[in-house]
């Protein structure tokens, strides 16, 4: 089962994808997505959702992760709105991919990968590293998007049945309609 994790952000974006065979977890690639600052909101959404679109197509994940997003109380409601356009873009993105999508809550993916559900970015990181063997720590939000990718990987052939495809009306494109579930 190869893995896309997603760690949503407005500005930059974070992916990481592993590749899980029986018991073994194995980095396939991780990376950063940076929008450029010149473009309008427009332009910077769909810029998300084609580099999206380009990091499914080149690495075919057989599923996909978005981390939930968490705002902290003292967020502007400006942040947290842009914040969750850039995550309906990438959520479009694997959908119109035709790819199944988990959603995880921060806390869920940090007690999944470290233990601890209040780990830090560093313990997050480090962790990060050991288990896919790197040989130094990825930067920040591509770390978040591994420990996503990680989380579901461990969870292995379970957290794939509550991947629910119902088939679409029939349209001009094949493709099939497929329903997000949330783990807590």
Do not use: W
């Amino acid at each position: 089962m190869r893995v896309l994790g997603i760690d949503p952000g407005s500005k930059v974006t974070g992916f990481g994808v592993v590749q899980r065979d029986r018991s073994e977890i194995s980095h396939v690639a991780h990376g950063n997505l940076e929008l450029t600052r010149s473009l309008t909101l427009a332009g910077k959404l769909d810029q998300l959702h084609r580099l999206v679109l380009e990091v499914i197509e080149r690495h075919a994940p057989d599923v996909a992760v978005v981390e939930e997003v968490f705002m902290p109380s003292a967020t502007s409601p400006r942040s947290a709105l842009v914040l969750g356009q850039a995550r309906g873009a990438i959520m479009a993105a694997i959908g119109a991919a035709g790819i199944a999508v988990f959603e995880y809550a921060p806390a869920t993916i940090k007690q999944s990968v470290t233990g601890s559900g209040r780990a830090n970015k560093s313990q997050m990181k480090s962790m990060v590293r050991r288990v896919l063997d790197l040989d130094t720590d990825p930067a920040g939000d591509a770390a978040d998007a591994l420990a996503a990718a990680i989380c579901h990987a461990q969870a292995g052939r379970l957290a794939t049945l509550e991947a629910i495809q119902r088939p679409r009306k029939r349209t001009s494109r094949r493709s099939s309609r497929v329903a997000v579930r949330r783990v807590r």
